[in-house]
């Protein structure tokens, strides 16, 4: 059983879906389906695989969770913020993952990459993101744990800043791109945020005395 879930997990990885030609569902049936005969051989088994596929997913959905902590964080950052929640995927998988967390309250919008004509890291999707909240890019925040779609992607659309959530605080490649702030849980956020406020409003003040100097 192991075997089989590590060789779907390395599929799920290597994932390319497109809804054109196959519903996800049947992809992903093929991947347990894949799976079993390679683990164990013998002629495929789609009842089988289906039966797998569906009790993993169940399992998956009834497991995502925001944490008590984490929806406190929401509450308060939403309160002076506007907050987005930006996602790659397929459109069914993560409106099911987004219902099952239960997090809509806590985002004044939500967009699927999926739903769009291109995903993260494109500069399009993150202006389109911008365009929602009403504000500019360079007055927007991207929070994400992947270096190439989320940090990358804000690079792009030359977001304000980037913050990299990195859990294991492994250090990235020497050609990955570079994170403004990195963060090693979420919770982090809200003292970065400040941190970055700070810095402008020091800024503001140094440009202010530059003024008067040249004005003098």
Request: charged content about 25%.
């Amino acid at each position: 059983a192991r075997a089989v879930c590590d060789k779907v997990q390395a599929k799920l990885l290597r994932e390319c879906h497109d809804p054109a030609k196959t519903c996800i569902t049947d992809l992903r049936i093929s991947h347990w389906e894949e799976a079993i005969q390679e683990t164990i051989g013998g002629e495929a088994n789609r009842d089988l695989a289906a039966e797998c596929y569906y009790l993993w997913k169940t399992t998956r959905l009834q497991h995502l969770r925001l944490g008590e902590e984490t929806r406190a964080m929401l509450t308060e950052l939403r309160k002076g913020l506007r907050l987005l929640l930006l996602t790659n995927g397929e459109r069914q998988t993560q409106r099911e993952k987004i219902e099952a967390c239960a997090c809509q309250p806590y985002f004044d919008a939500i967009v699927v990459g999926g739903e769009q004509k291109e995903e993260k890291p494109a500069p399009s999707i993150f202006h389109y993101c911008c365009d929602l909240l009403g504000v500019q890019p360079a007055e927007c925040v991207m929070v994400g744990d992947s270096l190439d779609t989320d940090i990358q992607g804000g690079l792009n659309a030359g977001l304000k800043a980037t913050v990299w959530l990195n859990k294991a605080m492994t250090p990235p490649g020497d050609t990955s791109p570079v994170p403004h702030y990195i963060i090693s849980s979420v919770l982090d956020l809200p003292a970065v945020l400040q941190k970055m406020e700070h810095s402008i409003n020091a800024k503001l003040d140094t440009d202010h005395m530059a003024s008067g100097d040249e004005a003098h």
